[in-house]
């Protein structure tokens, strides 16, 4: 063989190589699921966003045919939980399933974090629960301006449980200020998951929380509802909204937040690296919530089960943005 020759057979081997691996690369890009995905729990087991996790890991494991395993992180109000979701491979082996507003926002604006909303890509806000104020049922309170009142009396002897960096620590704090009061007129006590925290109330050890009402729903029988900071009422709760509450106490109206938010995020590198994994993902978690049986499981757990998708839940999460940074961005 000729040098010449010699010389055209390395280069078309070169070439040959080269259109063969292009095509593999760019598969690989897209060959999704692994063979194993990770939910990741920023909060402690037993609350609403664990059990919403793991019901929906069970559920998504059968739609992707790879198992789905959930694992809580707990601290911080979240912040543990997130920090250690960011860390891991953003190759869509892993997800964040948790409550995942208000809790990622306040993290932001009360730790120095090293990650901000544009670093998640939010599929779905499948359950968003308005805050519920509610005492236990041995108390002698029956409205909030009864419980105001008796917190203005004897400042500090009121023990309200709250899970740090939810809406219902802020909706406590904006209370307190429509009806005049400091902070320090209640002794907040805060739990990492919203089950430790109803235990906590339904027990008596406090004698009033501020969480998802919906989650709340499994202690009806052990507590007294007040007020819940929605625009509307509901009809699993004899309450007044908060500031219907506040305006017949002759008191100006608070904002309305979004309540604690369950779903599910996955890193913003795996939606820009791997549109199409990202896209299959949105599609068999859309699936799941199509699927009558899984819903009435869901709703037997009373379990939500809406279908937001990816750019209506990230603009709740964006637009309430603002509103958290008035109120927590000082702390």
């Known amino acids: 063989m ?3 020759r010699r010389h055209f057979t390395t280069a078309a081997l070169g070439l040959t190589l080269a259109t063969a691996l292009t095509p593999l690369a ?9 063979q194993k995905l990770t939910f990741v729990v920023a909060l402690g087991p037993g609350g609403s966003a664990d059990r919403t996790a793991r019901a929906l890991a069970q559920r998504m494991q059968e739609e ?5 395993s959930v694992i809580n992180q707990e601290g911080g109000g979240g912040h543990v ?15 964040l399933a948790t409550s995942i507003h208000p809790y990622i926002a306040n993290a932001m604006l009360r730790f120095d974090a090293d990650y901000t909303l544009e670093d998640f890509a939010f599929i779905n806000g499948q359950w968003n629960d308005y805050d519920l104020f509610a005492v236990n049922a041995e108390t002698p309170y029956t409205t909030l301006a009864e419980f105001m009142a008796a917190a203005k009396e004897n400042p500090g002897a009121l023990r309200v449980s709250v899970v740090p960096g939810s809406t219902g620590a802020i909706n406590l704090e904006l209370a307190l200020e429509a009806y005049g009061l400091d902070p320090s007129a ?9 089950g430790a925290a109803r235990t906590a109330v339904a027990g008596g050890q406090v004698d009033m929380t501020v969480l ?9 029988e052990y507590i007294r509802p007040l007020a819940l900071a929605a625009d509307n ?15 017949q106490d002759g008191h100006e109206a608070v904002p309305v937040l979004a309540g604690s938010m369950r779903g599910l995020a996955a890193h913003a590198a795996f939606k820009e690296e791997n549109p199409e994994g990202f896209q299959k993902m949105v599609d068999a978690y859309q699936a799941v919530l199509e699927d009558p049986e899984f819903v009435a499981s869901l709703e037997a757990q009373d379990i939500g089960a809406e279908w937001l998708g990816p750019e209506r839940t990230s603009e709740i999460i964006t637009s309430n ?8 961005g000082d702390e």
């Open 2 to 4: 000729t040098m010449q």
């Open 26 to 34: 760019a598969t690989a890009q897209t060959d999704w699921p692994p």
């Open 64 to 68: 992707l045919g790879v198992p789905i």
């Open 81 to 95: 939980g997130h920090t250690y979701f960011t860390q891991m491979p953003s190759d869509g082996s892993y997800f």
């Open 186 to 194: 209640v002794s907040v006590v805060t739990y990492e998951s919203g």
């Open 212 to 220: 998802a009402a919906d989650g709340t729903l499994s202690i009806a």
């Open 233 to 247: 009422a509901s009809k699993d709760w004899d309450a007044p909204t908060l500031n219907a509450a506040l305006e």
């Open 321 to 328: 943005f603002d509103i958290l940074k008035r109120y927590e």
